[in-house]
């Protein structure tokens, strides 16, 4: 058992939200309790006695247990952490989990301290807080093991930026791969998350077409993944492609495949603008999407809310 | 629920509680045409009433680029989704626009917060159709719109050549906002302490924080978001429209009833507040020579924002000349053609009526015009101008003349020909 | 929204759709700046310094679309007419029965 510290902004928040969904007599008891506390003159002394409100509370209202279950899941790596922290994410992008360094010299021997991002609002549904934290505690217990050999950064491209930032997102969708591919053998998957795997791949790796479904395949099914590989895998492909879209130039993962079905008025305009174009060169989806904006036939539609 | 008079609707409609009248009412125009987004009164407003720890995300003032840009984010689109929601397809417009001040616009046969609230929420849950907002809605008081960000990856300054401002290549607009002191405030109707109240002497809209227990009941209801949660004090708070101002018992004031911080740091001059009179079923009692009444129910120049969420909000706009009709009607109600019609060919007494706009920080109680000869006349953008050489005059609370405005002697303009004409 | 990853669920994400507008609304914002920046009796070079700075985004977004001439010539002709007039506010008297102040300030040249 790892001792969970619940940062006191995101229990309070979770609470506020958990209530209207409580039972009646629940959530007036909740009220009554919660409303004394205002009466309380001395500001130190009424803050001391919402953190105590919010402890015990976040404990009757199961929440405290919701998390602590899931964490545990994963005892095989909590010996190795110096403690495990939970803190108030704004933003569904920054919901996650990542180590860190302990401050204190003293607890650098004890391993890194594990941080957990949450929104409050993810933790009222037990079953997305599940799916969630499952995920990421793989991340985790990947860049725990030796085995895998996590490493921060991933080799820089000679591509710029743009290019640097497909790695990357190659590699994350990789990795996403593999540790869904894991929970799903252990039970924990479901068909339409596997699916979404399976379509964010294709994205990704566009470039290897069909041959993209068996490389998937393999990844999803790999029980032993390792940096190096997934570094080498993502890294792949991009050398392969390189490729730009003929239009506005940006270095793109693939083209879109919806040019074989542009309607001709779009078409006279690409060609318009770029005299050189031809079809068959295909172009980049955001330069399909605006074009068919400007001179599709729905863009005289209107927008507005 | 009980029915009440809302003649912004011209219509009844039901609300939580009875109607009861101010006898005056604070009001407010805005000039959408002249807000350039220079923030300052954001900023006028945040440096007086919320610059304390646990107030970091509150605007009770703030400027938002629309169509992108909302604080909350996406707070208009998300409360108009939810009364599609509820009403699909009925949110409309229909009648006659009265000469009268009862139903200037027609009629609105749609639902209101309170109606759409009552046919679909449960009873306990609340009395307004509303919704709470994210933090990360709360973030920031105009994310990514027209905030010159430094470069990306570069922390703590500016882009030197503003180049890296986002493009809109398209219409838009600053909607400047602060809470509109709602006739039929959604706020206090939805508050299960009775926390809220207005105010009798002004309609001046407060939350007692002795009472408010953070049930954030008020944060949900409010159509335009403008009632807000603070985490270390575990109340909520909201615009108290600067009202020791508005009172004459600030300072600064000297006794004499004066606009609100917003308001007087407008460099735009685009603000004009004052307190209209009201009468005993809830109109704008006639009142001709009083500027707010001038432009909205003789002028017809201003507009409530939103006026189908039927909170009778105070606030009220001169909407942007530029900009796409039907998204002007969705937000400021059928009488944005006719507005703005008036506005591009103002009479001679509207463009006499614009002049006392930010002459004085005192609230102006009535004005007079002294007519004087034409001075000018010719075309401007297609269109004929006349100018009168007239004199308007502004009249505080007790009568008093607060300030006159004449326009002089022509003066000789230099043409731009010349290479040192600039 | 220009500087990061899309957010699908975000319903303001633009792709692909368009709003209508084009020049002649972007002529109409500039013309409406300009005109009632006249008014409020700001000079020529101040107009034009308005749009020319970029944190400014909407006039210097025209300024930036229609160009440097347009924008002075839809300037000059809001100055031309407004420009011409210089509008006085004088003060009331503080005390009542009190003769009226002078001119305290000028806000058109």
Known sequence: MIALAIAPDLMEEALLLAEPGAERDRAAAFRRERNAIYDLRDPEARDAQFHAFNLRWFARFGLQTRVEEIVNERAGFTTRLCGARIVRAITRAEEGADLVDPASRAQKTAGPLLVLRLRPQSLLDRGALQALLRHELMHVADMLDPAFGYERALPASDGGPSADNLLRDRYRVVWDATIDGRLDRAGYGSPAVRDARAREFGAAFAMLGEAGRTSFDAWWNEDRPTHAAMAAFAAGPVHAAASRCPVCRFPVASLDDRVRAIEPPVAAAIREENPSWRSEQGLCSQCLDLYEARYGTASDRVCHY | MATVKNWQLGRDMEYPYDARYPSRQFAFVFNINRCIACQSCTMACKSTWTFNKGQEHMWWANVETKPYGGYPKWWDAKILERLEDANPGGQVWGGTPADGRFGPYGKFDGQTIFEAGAKTLTPDSARVLGYLPTDEEWNAPNIYEDNPVGKKGVRNKLDETGEQLPVHNTWFFYLARICNHCSYPACLAACPRKAIYKRPEDGIVLLDQSECRGYRKCVEACPYKKSMYRGNTRTSEKCIACYPRVEGTDPESEGIPMETRCMSACIGQIRMQGLVNVAEDGTWAEDRHHPLYYLVHVAKVALPLYPQFGTQPNGYYIPPRWVSRPYLRQMFGPGVDKAIENYVNPSRELLAVLQLFRRSNRIIFKYDIKEGPKIYEGMLHGRKVELYNDTVIAFGKDGRELFRTTVEEPVHVRSNAHANSI | ?109
């Open chain 3, 1 to 109: 929204m220009p500087y990061d990853e899309p957010e699908f669920d975000d319903p303001h994400e633009l792709l692909g759709v368009e709003l209508p507008g084009d020049e002649t609304v972007t002529y109409d914002m500039a013309a409406a700046f300009a005109e009632e920046f006249a008014q409020l009796g700001y000079t020529r070079p101040q107009i034009l310094a308005l749009f020319r700075k970029a944190e400014y985004a909407g006039a210097h977004q025209a300024w930036t679309l229609l160009g440097e001439d347009t924008i002075a010539r839809l300037v000059d002709e809001s100055v031309n007419v407004w420009g011409r007039f210089t509008c006085v506010v004088t003060d009331g008297a503080d005390e009542a029965g009190a003769e009226h102040a002078q001119p305290l300030r000028f806000f058109r040249r």
